[in-house]
T-cell receptor
Framework: NAGVTQTPKFRVLKTGQSMTLLCAQD?????MYWYRQDPGMGLRLIHY???????AKGEVPDGYNVSRLKKQNFLLGLESAAPSQTSVYFCASMRAGGGTDTQYFGPGTRLTVL | SQKIEQNSEALNIQEGKTATLTCNYTNYSPAYLQWYRQDPGRGPVFLLL?????KEKRKERLKVTFDTTLKQSLFHITASQPADSATYLCALEVSGGYNKLIFGAGTRLAVHP
């Protein structure tokens, strides 16, 4: 079991460029989440998905889009990157069925936008 | 809006002592609260969950308390070890279901030999 994996681990973009971050999980989890983590701030939820083909906005969705075409994958897209999107991005997944379960996190992607 | 506060200053303690971390929240009454551990360059790892009707939860050397009147959770590590050095995150469930969480910024713990 690889758990939750994220690709790539590091990326540097120029302002205005686009990119897609890939999250994959092999635990057959229904729920998946994208967070960003900035210094001095807690993890903030960007978008989430409660099943294949579904997505919903979180706390800070502006400038990002997501897709969940397959149950095991959750993609985060930046159409036109901005320096304010420099951050560490974490993906997480969770089994459906109630709030007493835990979220499993990936190792993160460190993104720098110049 | 919901707000979570954790002590932003690092907590330095001697090996063998008990570490106590604090999580305070406002403007919300969560059904449960979770604690995660995060090591540098890694994703958070779940440690404990405590529900609103539970006062205390234990797991090995870890203990969590949840005071819904004070809107505060305390996280204790007894007999601390240098390997316990990490950042500890408090997280509250957000209304609307699907286990959406709001995280505190975390408290860094350093356990010295």
């Amino acid at each position: 079991n690889a758990g939750v994996t994220q690709t790539p681990k590091f990326r540097v973009l120029k302002t205005g460029q686009s990119m897609t971050l890939l999250c994959a999980q092999d635990m057959n989890h229904e729920y998946m989440y994208w967070y960003r983590q900035d210094p001095g701030m807690g993890l903030r939820l960007i978008h989430y998905s409660v099943g294949e083909g579904t997505t919903a906005k979180g706390e800070v969705p502006d400038g990002y889009n997501v897709s969940r075409l397959k149950k095991q994958n959750f993609l985060l897209g930046l159409e036109s990157a901005a320096p304010s999107q420099t951050s560490v991005y974490f993906c997480a997944s969770m089994r459906a069925g109630g709030g007493t379960d835990t979220q499993y996190f990936g190792p993160g992607t460190r993104l720098t936008v110049l | 809006s919901q707000k979570i506060e954790q002590n932003s200053e690092a907590l330095n303690i001697q090996e063998g002592k008990t570490a106590t971390l604090t999580c305070n929240y406002t403007n919300y009454s969560p059904a449960y609260l979770q604690w995660y551990r995060q090591d540098p360059g890694r994703g958070p790892v779940f440690l404990l969950l405590i529900r609103e009707n539970e006062k205390e939860k234990r797991k090995e050397r870890l203990k969590v308390t949840f005071d819904t009147t004070l809107k505060q959770s305390l996280f204790h590590i007894t007999a601390s070890q240098p390997a316990d050095s990490a950042t500890y995150l408090c997280a509250l469930e957000v209304s609307g279901g699907y286990n959406k969480l709001i995280f505190g910024a975390g408290t860094r713990l350093a356990v010295h030999p």
